[in-house]
């Protein structure tokens, strides 16, 4: 099976009906690959991974690059997020991450992660990107009292703060169903689709070839380099990177067969809220914010007055079942912030995150295929993972030179199980030690 989700969540002919949609400036449409075409290095896919190497390698090492991407710039995750600049690209625990890769290792890791948030910075002002760069920091809430007593007894990173209730209440950070927070100071929101033009943009600007609806159907070797067909033309190039994430098509190549686990994710977007229905809720705050729940919830306040809440957890692309999940994650927004129930969902839509069989993002060649590369499996946090992995490959695939933290280089696994059915089953295990939201009404 080349992909895991029905032939809707791909339909790259449609882009989701999303707020950044709404009120990201129009982009003019990059033109299909039509003819048989050259290139030192071609990247399969147009959002912040590949259009972060593609930069890289123009302006750093002066290389001939074409990006193809199945719709257009930013058609993936990367224009439909919830725009959290921020830490998270693995799912293993600090603890598992130090069992893996070592204590240097996790620190280099660490140091990544740091570095990634800074190049989303960087880059939104290196190329004059106005994407509504919202204040520093982002809150962990504490959904039950037993994550709050964990959250009290945690280490605190430097610079975190431990936010009980009435200190939520006066940040303008508030709602009834928390029962504390730590404030981290890395991070910060982005509008994501005004982030993934600028890249394009800047890209165009830096001589990348960047052709849209130009999916790719094949990509076989040839001489030195690779041959990679569209519908309409030809690519070749000496070396290519895989850079498609949730939207990966698994026979290219087919070494990432089951190595990848795409997963839904959901948000919706409200209509403005006004001051009084801010205060009144005790939300005023644009900080970002998630909470402690393992299939968690994200959230925060759009500089429009617009609230943000997204959700995970579904399992179909099928209209009848995202209008489902969309469903429950509107009850359970109603459930965590009673004072916003009257704000009817302007626009609700849902993309694919990236997991792999190691629980750790990939960056790196493919096995047994020179000249080929991928970078993928940002685990729902890939805004800034992907932008900074995106550069480091670029140094990886131009001079050789490794700047990736080991976690990044231990290739994936095959995932022995039905994907599927092993991600209903593990999402019901998740639902079940979570615990309900409370009182989820039916859809
Ligand atoms: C609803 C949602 C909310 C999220 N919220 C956050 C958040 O707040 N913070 C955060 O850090 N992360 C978030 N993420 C994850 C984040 O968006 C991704 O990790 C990141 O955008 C991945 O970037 P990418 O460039 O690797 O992949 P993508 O942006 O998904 O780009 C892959 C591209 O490859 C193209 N493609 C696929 N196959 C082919 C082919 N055969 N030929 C040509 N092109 C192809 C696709 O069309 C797509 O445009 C969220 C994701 C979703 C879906």
């Not at 026979?251 to 067969?257: F, G, I, K, N």
């Not at 990736?404 to 079940?432: E, F, S």
Request: aromatic content about 8%; overall charge positive.
């Amino acid at each position: 099976m080349p992909r895991l989700y029905e032939a809707e969540a791909y339909d790259t002919a449609h882009w989701p009906d999303s707020h950044w949609r709404a009120t990201a400036p129009p982009a003019p449409d990059c033109p299909a690959l039509t003819s048989s075409a050259r290139a030192d290095i071609a990247i399969i896919g147009a959002g912040y991974a590949g259009l972060n190497a593609a930069l890289e390698l123009a302006e750093g090492f002066g290389r001939d690059v074409a990006v193809l991407e199945a719709g257009q710039p930013g058609w993936g995750a990367s224009g439909r997020n919830g725009g959290f600049v921020c830490a998270g690209s693995s799912k293993l625990s600090d603890r598992a991450i130090r069992a893996r890769v070592g204590a240097a290792g996790a620190q280099a890791f660490a140091d990544f992660q740091a570095a990634s948030v800074a190049r989303v910075a960087h880059n939104l002002t290196r190329y004059g990107i106005d994407a509504d760069k919202g204040p520093e920091g982002e809150l962990a809430l504490a959904h039950s009292p037993r994550a709050w007593t964990r959250m009290q007894a945690a280490p605190l990173d430097p610079g975190a703060r431990l936010l009980p209730p009435d200190a939520l209440r006066e940040a303008g950070l508030y709602a009834p169903r928390f029962h504390g927070g730590v404030l981290e100071p890395l991070g910060f929101s982005i509008h994501p689709l005004k982030y993934a033009l600028g890249l394009a943009q800047a890209a165009h600007s830096a001589g990348v070839r960047t052709y849209g609806n130009s999916a790719v159907r094949d990509l076989t070797p040839q001489g030195d380099g690779w041959l990679l067909r569209t519908d309409h033309g030809t690519l070749r190039a000496g070396k290519v990177l895989i850079a498609t994430n949730g939207y990966t098509d698994e026979r290219l190549p087919p070494w990432l067969a089951r190595r990848v686990l795409p997963v839904l994710s959901n948000i919706l977007v409200t209509r403005p809220l006004s001051p009084a229905e801010q205060s009144a809720q005790g939300w005023t705050s644009r900080v970002m914010a998630y909470d402690t729940r393992r299939l968690l919830h994200y959230f925060r306040l759009l500089p429009c007055g617009r609230f943000l809440f997204g959700a995970r957890g579904g399992f179909s692309a099928r209209p009848s079942a995202l209008k489902e999940f969309e469903a429950t994650a509107r009850a359970e927004f109603e459930i965590l912030f009673p004072g916003f129930a009257a704000a009817r969902t302007e626009r609700s839509w849902s993309g694919l995150v990236c997991l792999t069989g190691s629980l750790a993002p990939y960056a790196g060649s493919v096995p047994g295929a020179d000249g080929l590369h991928a970078a993928l499996g940002w685990h729902g946090n890939g805004v800034a993972a992907a932008s900074e992995a995106g550069r480091r490959m670029a140094a990886l695939m131009a001079e050789g030179r490794q700047t990736l933290p080991a976690l990044l280089r231990q290739a994936p696994p095959r995932i022995p199980l039905p994907r599927r059915a092993m991600l209903r089953a593990g999402m019901a295990v998740l639902r079940g030690l979570d615990g309900p939201v409370a009182r989820i009404k039916q859809a």
